[in-house]
């Protein structure tokens, strides 16, 4: 079982960057694939990054090249999301979640955090 919990969100303007984190409980986060989801209002989920186990491999949306970056420290159980240059169309819940990798960049995702607001002003 594990436990993640998303911080790290808020209200910034547009062009301006964040960085989300999300904390796993648990002695096992290296054996987990992560990955970084967003919802924005009245639209599906979707997909944004993912990191392996090791962190050596990364997969990226191809609607955030260039300004979002996945990391992870296994020795904090953290996983991160850096954002830059936000603009409005940014602007949703971002969901943090673990799972194992069924034939890389996919993964089966078993556990969900309960999302982070990110809220972008022009």
């Known amino acids: 079982q594990v436990q993640l919990v998303e911080s790290g969100g808020g209200l910034v303007q547009a062009g301006g960057s964040l960085r989300l984190s999300c904390d796993a409980s648990?002695?096992?986060?290296?054996?987990?694939?992560m990955g970084w989801f967003r919802q924005a209002p009245g639209k599906e989920r979707e997909f944004v990054a993912a990191i392996s186990g090791s962190g050596s491999l990364r997969f990226r949306a191809d609607s955030v090249k260039g300004r979002f970056t996945i990391s992870r420290d296994n020795a904090k159980n953290t996983v991160y999301l850096q954002i830059n240059s936000l603009n409005p169309e940014d602007t949703a819940v971002y969901y943090c979640?673990?799972?194992?990798?069924?034939?890389?960049?996919?993964?089966?995702?078993?556990?969900w955090g309960q999302g982070t607001q990110v809220t972008v002003s022009s």
């Open positions: 979640a673990a799972g194992s990798v069924s034939g890389w960049p996919a993964v089966r995702y078993d556990y």
């Open positions: 648990g002695r096992t986060f290296s054996s987990y694939a």
